[in-house]
């Protein structure tokens, strides 16, 4: 300080003693960050005596200016920070005209100074106009001080928000996950006649597939495999009306064709056309060997056949759900099944995996495992998939979709 007398020392320090005290009333009485800005403005011209000051915050990756004044017809807010003063000022304050190539409108500001929290700039304070008073080097330490507990606080709101943001996203996803599980049917049909398992990998906490098998009476069951659009919560809410409408729908009546046409109708009202959902219904009666399904835009089930290996898609159906308000048209597949076959139905989760040439596994490769093991254990046949699937992902990229696998034995 350029007048180093007892009292002058003690003036300087009962004003930075104001100043430190504004601040750290102003960021305990939990006012807003817009404010806190404003009193660390007021604060360093009433109490320090700054008279041109342009503070920069690092806001989600770039560089915001907050707060200036003192500095006539120039608007910071409007200004971007360049790269030369963040290259040169990157840990102790730097004098501007001392920094080449800077543009006219810095030259009425002197000294920038670096806020600096674990290693990294969080903001730059610079002032110009500087009373004598404060133009030396401890005058500036102890603005840099100051503004390390503005901005640090400031930080520190801003984490704290970001934690309470994940933990509502984090109880969001176990709560979706929770409705996602009680969707799927606890047990699966294994008597005389047939015989049912599933397997499902999610690709994310929440995915987007759905499997069902519901006893319609005695005799009948429909089976039924989805996957609708999109990943997340989004995609689990809308599967979770899908099923919620599907189940009404089987009270009232089984004809395949209008369920197919409700649930159309039920998911492009929710959704609006934005999502669509992909699903294979197959309605079977066990006293009659009868087949009766629909595949809306689906991966064609098989159907692998007993003796030599013979296969059959399931291709009879309609597009995808939810797409238009009416389907433009609807074809109910029809067959007997004959004994000893196998049906398997999936989704495109167990087909689109690919190998460091970017060859797909597809349902060529789906067909060489069910073929190799066509009597073993459905327990077996799924892992053997998901064995196959994951040693032919050579990039160790991992799936990029959730795999749904759905196979039923007919006896």
């Known amino acids: 300080m350029p007048n180093t007398t007892p009292e002058k020392k003690l003036f300087l320090k009962e004003r930075e003693l104001g100043a430190l005290l504004e601040i750290t009333q102003a960021i305990n009485q939990d006012h807003t960050e817009a404010a806190l800005y404003r009193i660390f403005q007021f604060t360093l011209l009433g109490q320090l005596n700054i008279r041109r000051l342009v503070l920069y915050v690092l806001e989600e990756g770039s560089w915001q200016c907050m707060t200036c004044f003192g500095t006539g017809q120039v608007d910071f807010r409007q200004v971007e920070l360049p790269s030369l003063i963040t290259d040169a000022c990157t840990n102790a304050s730097s004098r501007l005209d001392e920094i080449a190539g800077l543009d006219e409108v810095w030259a009425n500001l002197e000294v920038v100074i670096p806020v600096v929290r674990n290693g990294q700039v969080l903001a730059y304070v610079l002032i110009g106009n500087v009373h004598d008073d404060y133009a030396g080097e401890e005058a500036l330490k102890f603005l840099q001080t100051l503004s390390n507990i503005l901005v640090g606080a400031i930080e520190n709101r801003r984490l704290v928000r970001q934690r309470v943001a994940s933990a509502a996203m984090r109880k969001e996803i176990e709560i979706a996950r929770e409705v996602q599980s009680m969707l799927f049917p606890q047990r699966l049909p294994n008597d005389a006649h047939?015989?049912?398992?599933?397997?499902?990998?999610?690709?994310?906490?929440?995915?987007?597939?759905?499997?069902?098998?519901?006893?319609?009476?005695?005799?009948?069951l429909l089976l039924c495999v989805a996957d609708v659009s999109g990943k997340g919560v989004a995609a689990s809410l809308l599967m979770s009306n899908f099923q919620a409408g599907l189940r009404t729908l089987l009270r009232q009546q089984v004809d395949l064709a209008t369920v197919v046409h409700e649930l159309n109708h039920l998911i492009f009202r929710n959704a609006g056309g934005d999502k669509f959902i992909t699903v294979f219904f197959g309605l079977y009666d066990r006293t009659t060997r009868e087949l009766h399904y629909v595949n809306a835009g689906h991966n064609d089930p098989l159907l692998l056949l007993d003796g030599g290996g013979a296969s059959q898609p399931l291709k009879d159906g309609t597009i995808m759900l939810g797409v238009m308000d009416e389907l433009p048209m609807l074809n109910v597949g029809h067959l007997l099944v004959p004994p000893h076959s196998l049906l398997l139905t999936y989704t495109d989760g167990l087909t689109e995996v690919f190998d460091a040439e970017q060859n797909e596994f597809g349902e060529d490769g789906v067909l060489g495992v069910l073929r190799q093991n066509r009597y073993a254990p459905l327990a077996t046949v799924h892992t053997e998939l998901l064995r196959e699937i994951t040693a032919f992902d050579q990039t160790g990229a991992g799936f990029a979709d959730d795999v749904t696998i759905l196979s039923c034995r007919f006896k």
Do not use: F, I, K, M
């Not at 049912?196 to 987007?208: C, D, L, Q």
């Open 194 to 220: 047939l015989a049912v398992h599933a397997s499902y990998v999610p690709h994310t906490a929440v995915g987007g597939d759905y499997y069902d098998v519901v006893e319609l009476d005695a005799n009948r």
